[in-house]
């Protein structure tokens, strides 16, 4: 594993906390980045992250649910939603981290934490996420000037 996928994981953890217990002081979620990375180096990163999803969790559910067909996010097992907000804020907020690399360890931590089903339905509805976002993201063509008889 390497050392920002480590820094994954315990973002991923800290957003399930989250999930079922909101009211954890900041001091307790640094001390637990402290303890499970022991490298000050990975610190920013994974709280970078947390903080990103937190802080955009509304947009993140919204672009989500427009994703996820037949899917309500709070209908959604706590471990997958969790994955998916990770790796949905990487794909539109976290620009130094490429498309591919989001996708791919979002799809990991999905296979190490959900059930054998994660994997596939996270895959699934991020890749649809990065689509749209990537169709939003380009440049429409300027249209052309009729040429001149």
Request: hydrophobic share 40%; charged share 30%.
């Amino acid at each position: 594993m390497t050392r920002r996928s480590r820094a994954r994981e315990v973002a991923l953890q800290l957003l399930f906390q989250r999930d079922h217990n909101a009211n954890v002081d900041r001091a307790s979620i640094e001390r637990f980045v402290r303890d499970r990375l022991r490298d000050p180096a990975l610190e920013p990163f994974c709280l970078g992250l947390y903080d990103g999803v937190v802080a955009q969790v509304a947009d993140i559910d919204q672009r989500l649910t427009a994703a996820a067909e037949n899917w309500r996010v709070p209908r959604m097992a706590t471990v997958d939603r969790n994955v998916l907000r990770l790796g949905a804020y990487e794909l539109g907020y976290n620009k130094e981290t490429p498309a591919s690399v989001a996708l791919n360890e979002a799809i990991e931590l999905a296979r190490r934490y959900g059930s054998a089903d994660s994997p596939a339905f996270v895959n699934g509805i991020l890749d649809r996420l990065n689509q749209q976002g990537a169709e939003v993201k380009a440049e429409p063509e300027a249209p052309s000037e009729p040429a001149n008889p």
